[in-house]
T-cell receptor
Framework: AQKVTQAQTEISVVEKEDVTLDCVYETRDTTYYLFWYKQPPSGELVFLIRRNSFDEQNEISGRYSWNFQKSTSSFNFTITASQVVDSAVYFCALTPPSGYKLSFGAGTTVTVRA | AAGVIQSPRHLIKEKRETATLKCYPIPRHDTVYWYQQGPGQDPQFLISFYEKMQSDKGSIPDRFSAQQFSDYHSELNMSSLELGDSALYFC????????????FGPGTRLLVL
């Protein structure tokens, strides 16, 4: 069984502040993939980043960065210098290889105030 | 780049009616997934197809059925609609080169009155 926990329900920040979203996961698989998706108020689900279990290198992509720590089963996501357009629900998700379903966390609502 | 296409985008039905949702995956993607998202909830997996065969099944009601056609598009058929079926229905597709990444369509917002 796979489980994703996003303990933060809502986060509210002022524009230009950094926002870090926490994600903790449980899985018995030795190989797995972790994702962050964004769901803006318009409703679509937008893929942001992917990390596989055998690559713990943390990266930065524009204003997005992520911290994957296998030892603590965490996959945290940071938005640097937040903007109003970053206001959305952010979902952390997990899947084993071979095309299985995504297991989502409950989501964190991020509100960025001007 | 081409994205996943879903139609219709919005649908209003009465209780006990039927509905058909359509999904056109990204070209050369061979796996299609259906998810249901209730208000304020995370997406819940319904069913998936790989190369036109059902590959996995989640919490899909018996009133719902789905299939993937020879052109890889998929349809979700929903019968005897209930008020609780009101939700956002997503289709996602995945290709072999995508490292398990599922790309989602814009969703179909179904309202059952």
């Amino acid at each position: 069984a796979q489980k994703v926990t996003q303990a933060q329900t809502e986060i509210s920040v002022v524009e230009k502040e950094d926002v870090t979203l926490d994600c903790v996961y449980e899985t018995r698989d030795t190989t797995y993939y972790l994702f962050w998706y964004k769901q803006p108020p318009s409703g679509e689900l937008v893929f942001l980043i992917r990390r596989n279990s055998f690559d713990e290198q943390n990266e930065i992509s524009g204003r997005y960065s992520w911290n994957f720590q296998k030892s603590t089963s965490s996959f945290n996501f940071t938005i640097t210098a937040s903007q109003v357009v970053d206001s959305a629900v952010y979902f952390c998700a997990l899947t084993p290889p071979s095309g299985y379903k995504l297991s989502f966390g409950a989501g964190t609502t991020v509100t960025v105030r001007a | 780049a081409a994205g996943v296409i879903q139609s219709p985008r919005h649908l209003i039905k009465e209780k006990r009616e039927t509905a058909t949702l359509k999904c056109y995956p990204i070209p050369r993607h061979d796996t299609v997934y259906w998810y249901q998202q209730g208000p304020g909830q995370d997406p819940q997996f319904l069913i998936s197809f790989y190369e036109k065969m059902q590959s996995d099944k989640g919490s899909i009601p018996d009133r719902f059925s789905a299939q993937q056609f020879s052109d890889y598009h998929s349809e979700l058929n929903m019968s005897s609609l209930e008020l609780g079926d009101s939700a956002l229905y997503f289709c996602a597709s995945r290709g072999l080169a995508e490292q398990e990444t599922q790309y989602f369509g814009p969703g179909t917002r179904l309202l059952v009155l």
